[in-house]
Structures are given as C-alpha cells and as structure tokens.
C-alpha cells in the first residue's frame, strides 16, 4: 500500500499536469491565417501558455501577454510582462495598455490567439471612466475580505473595467478572434475567467451594484456613477462586434480531478468525485467533506473505504482574524477539527496554481494525528481557524504543500483519504 501522505501528493500533481498549456493547447490550435497571427493574453498560465503556442506554431507570429510575477518563461516571439496578482498594480495598468495597443489597426484577414487563465483579472486593471487604480486596488481587497463568490467578484470587476467584459475584443475587430482557456471558476463560464477581456457577458451594472451592497462594500464616488449611470455597461451576446470570436476551453477543474482519480485507481483506492464547483465558506465546506468522510468510515457510504473523495470549485473566506489565509488551509483545517483524530482519515487541500491566498504555498495535508500534534505543541486547533491562519498552523507542523509556481490554475483541489 502506498504511503497515504505520498498518495494525495501524486494525485495533486496527476491534477496540475493534467491543466498544463503543453498537453492542452496543441489540440486547439487554429490554422494560419492570410494576414498577420498576433498572440495576446493574461493569467497566471498565459505565459506557459505562450511559450507551447509558439512550440507547435507553424508560421510567424508575435504578441504580448502579462502573467504574475515569478511566473514567467521564455519565449522567443511573445512578450511576457509580469504584474501583480492578487491585488493589481501599476506594471498591471501599463501591461494592459500594452495589449490595446498591439491589437490596434487589425484587419479581416488578421488572426488573434487569445491565452486566457485564472488571476488575469488583477493582471489587466485598466480602469473604467472616472475610477482610478487606487479605487479598483481598493475594490478588490474589499471583495477578497467579503466572503463574495469568485462570480460576484468578477461582475464587479468587469463593469468597473476598460478591458474586460468583451472590451478587448471588441478592441480587436475585425480581425478573428481565437480564445483559448483555462478554466479556474466553478461552472466553467468564459465570461467568469479573468473577468472575461474577449468574450460577451451576460450580467449588467445593476448586479455588479447589487452585489457591493450585499456585501456592505463602499464604492469610491467614480466607481458608484460609473454603475448608476450605466457607463460601465459591458458587450452583451449577440453583438455583431464579436461576431468573429470562436472561444474553447482546453483545461477545466473537471479534468483535473479525472486526472487525480486515476492515479487513485492505479493504487487500488476507490474516487469519490463529488463535484468540480464547489462553493461556500471554506470552513463551511471543510465541515461537510469531513462529514461524509466520517459517514464512509461508519456506514460505507457513498463508497465503502479504501477511498478518496475529490472536489474543486473555489471557495471563500470571511476574514475577520489576522491570520496569513489561504482558504484551502482554512478548510483543511476545519475538517481536521471535524474529524476530531478520526482513524485512516488523511487529506490534501491546495491551490493548483501554488498559492493558496496570498501565500507562495500551495495548501497542506493533514493526518489522524494532525490535533493530537498540535495540541502537543500548544497550539489550539480552534484558535488558529477562528484567527483565520491555516497557513501558521500547518507550517508549525510541517505539513505545508510548497510547489512553487505551477504555472497553470483549475482551481482549488481537495482530497479526503479514508482507508
């Protein structure tokens, strides 16, 4: 039998590899066209990538992508620029600019290889009319303290934008329009991936208002005219300007998880995949996954041990302590409370693009004697959670998963072992 720790760490790995842009972007490659192939792009993977693009690319091209910092990789023809995730900055703004203009004064004949993936939305804050970097800075570290869905976060986000929400493609008609995406939000919706810069959305002001007001967040006085007045009003579906724009999504949380289960059929243990879009406070979820892992070891149901159950999504936290986040800790640990020293019960949480929060760590696993440790080190379980600080509970154990970059993101992943 494999050791369990060594187990959920392959199957996390089998999860990464399976969103990698060299296994996933040559399938969907586009023909060549008769004018010129520019390549743009934003996210945490777009520079990965960039770089298989140009590897299996037949013909010239050029472009400009921005990726988080320290995720960048060389690439011959392609511009890399890095910026700040997840809170945007300046070299952010001026990257975004830069995409603008690389795309100006295309022609029918022209083709534009759109790379897309997660975290592109704080990588291209350009700022709608009257509000500035500051107030968007601003925004966004309301929204991450609110507990709002990833959703929530993004439709604001576009309609306090000047790139998103199909701006960008609309920037670059007439010209053909390829998005090629990764996906790292749960139901996979494009409009959701980084804010949506070159596809249509479905949402309006009057929601991105509403959701500011359900979480009690205050809008600087450019950002609140900007949705009242409807200025900040994106590309809907149907409008002819992106009538030339084909959009695929060529990794998703779903595979990733596939991917994990088979590593798990290989060592002779039953997957359990309970979904890929799993949402809701992250101490909340933690609880649930730790139930029905107890409920495997006393009834055998919904699968009889071995097993391991498998989820993605994203999930959120409230933050009201000091702590150092990230949210797959947070739940990691609530489930570790829940399970309460449960036997045979292991687990793994992390972020697929290594960082969980704001943290360059990935997530963390936990063990039967994970409390029993702690609680011999004088570290109250209860107390680190309530103070919001998985990260210091599982670094004082040992237990943190450091990948470094991954250079790729389908989102959190999760795994409860119970053998």
Same mark, same amino acid.
């Given at each position: 039998?494999?050791?369990?720790?060594?187990?959920?760490?392959?199957m996390?790995?089998?999860?990464v590899? $399976?969103?990698?842009?060299?296994?996933?972007?040559?399938?969907?490659?586009?023909?060549?066209?008769?004018?010129r192939?520019?390549?743009?792009g934003?996210?945490?993977?777009?520079?990965?990538m960039?770089?298989a693009?140009e590897?299996?690319?037949?013909?010239?091209?050029?472009?400009?992508v921005?990726?988080?910092?320290?995720?960048?990789?060389?690439?011959?023809?392609?511009?890399?620029?890095?910026?700040?995730?997840?809170?945007?900055?300046?070299a952010?703004?001026?990257?975004?600019?830069?995409?603008?203009?690389?795309?100006?004064?295309?022609? $029918?004949?022209?083709?534009?290889?759109?790379?897309i993936?997660g975290?592109?939305s704080?990588?291209?804050?350009?700022?709608?009319?009257?509000?500035?970097?500051?107030?968007?800075?601003?925004?966004?570290?309301?929204?991450?303290?609110s507990?709002a869905?990833?959703?929530?976060?993004?439709?604001?986000?576009?309609?306090?934008?000047?790139?998103?929400?199909?701006?960008?493609?609309?920037?670059? $008609?007439?010209?053909?329009?390829?998005?090629?995406?990764?996906?790292?939000?749960?139901?996979? $919706?494009?409009?959701?991936?980084?804010?949506?810069?070159?596809?249509?959305?479905?949402?309006?002001?009057?929601?991105?208002?509403?959701?500011v007001q359900?979480?009690?967040?205050?809008?600087?006085?450019?950002?609140?005219?900007?949705?009242?007045?409807?200025?900040?009003?994106?590309?809907?579906?149907?409008?002819?300007v992106?009538?030339?724009?084909e959009?695929?999504?060529?990794a998703?949380p779903?595979?990733?998880?596939?991917?994990?289960?088979?590593?798990?059929?290989?060592?002779?243990?039953?997957?359990?995949?309970?979904?890929?879009?799993?949402?809701?406070?992250?101490?909340?979820?933690?609880?649930v996954?730790?139930?029905?892992?107890?409920?495997?070891?006393a009834?055998?149901?919904?699968?009889?041990?071995?097993?391991?159950?498998?989820?993605g999504g994203?999930?959120?936290?409230?933050?009201?302590?000091?702590?150092?986040g990230?949210?797959?800790?947070?739940?990691?640990?609530?489930?570790?409370?829940?399970?309460?020293?449960?036997k045979?019960?292991?687990?793994?949480?992390?972020?697929?693009?290594?960082?969980?929060?704001q943290?360059?760590?990935?997530?963390?696993?936990?063990?039967?004697?994970?409390?029993?440790?702690?609680?011999q080190?004088?570290?109250?379980?209860?107390?680190?959670?309530?103070?919001?600080?998985g990260?210091?509970?599982?670094?004082?154990?040992?237990?943190?998963?450091?990948?470094?970059?991954?250079l790729?993101?389908?989102?959190d992943?999760?795994?409860?072992?119970i053998?």
């Amino acid at each position: 039998m494999t050791e369990p720790r060594d187990l959920l760490t392959r199957m996390f790995h089998a999860a990464v590899r $399976a969103a990698q842009p060299e296994h996933c972007i040559p399938a969907f490659l586009p023909k060549p066209p008769k004018g010129r192939t520019l390549v743009i792009g934003a996210g945490k993977a777009s520079a990965a990538m960039a770089q298989a693009l140009e590897k299996h690319w037949a013909g010239p091209l050029s472009g400009v992508v921005v990726t988080r910092y320290g995720y960048a990789v060389p690439c011959r023809h392609i511009e890399i620029i890095e910026a700040a995730h997840p809170v945007p900055d300046e070299a952010g703004e001026r990257a975004a600019k830069r995409l603008f203009e690389a795309v100006r004064g295309l022609g $029918a004949d022209d083709l534009v290889i759109c790379l897309i993936s997660g975290g592109g939305s704080s990588l291209l804050p350009i700022p709608g009319p009257g509000v500035t970097l500051a107030d968007k800075q601003a925004i966004n570290r309301a929204l991450l303290k609110s507990g709002a869905t990833i959703s929530e976060m993004n439709c604001v986000r576009r309609h306090l934008s000047g790139i998103k929400g199909g701006r960008l493609a609309a920037a670059c $008609a007439p010209a053909r329009v390829v998005n090629l995406l990764i996906s790292d939000v749960p139901g996979d $919706a494009p409009s959701d991936i980084a804010s949506g810069p070159t596809v249509a959305d479905p949402t309006h002001c009057s929601d991105a208002l509403e959701i500011v007001q359900r979480y009690g967040i205050t809008l600087p006085a450019g950002a609140r005219v900007l949705l009242e007045s409807g200025q900040g009003e994106t590309l809907k579906p149907g409008d002819k300007v992106l009538s030339r724009v084909e959009t695929h999504l060529i990794a998703t949380p779903q595979m990733a998880l596939e991917a994990a289960a088979e590593v798990a059929r290989e060592a002779g243990i039953t997957p359990v995949l309970l979904g890929d879009r799993i949402e809701g406070e992250a101490r909340d979820v933690g609880k649930v996954l730790a139930g029905i892992a107890l409920q495997v070891r006393a009834h055998n149901q919904p699968a009889a041990a071995p097993c391991v159950l498998l989820s993605g999504g994203e999930t959120t936290v409230t933050v009201r302590g000091q702590g150092r986040g990230g949210r797959n800790v947070e739940c990691l640990l609530s489930s570790a409370i829940a399970l309460d020293g449960a036997k045979d019960v292991y687990g793994l949480a992390g972020d697929t693009d290594g960082v969980d929060g704001q943290e360059e760590i990935a997530g963390a696993l936990i063990t039967p004697d994970t409390l029993a440790r702690a609680w011999q080190a004088g570290m109250p379980p209860r107390q680190f959670l309530d103070n919001n600080d998985g990260h210091g509970f599982f670094e004082a154990l040992g237990n943190s998963l450091v990948t470094g970059p991954t250079l790729t993101n389908v989102n959190d992943f999760r795994a409860l072992l119970i053998l």
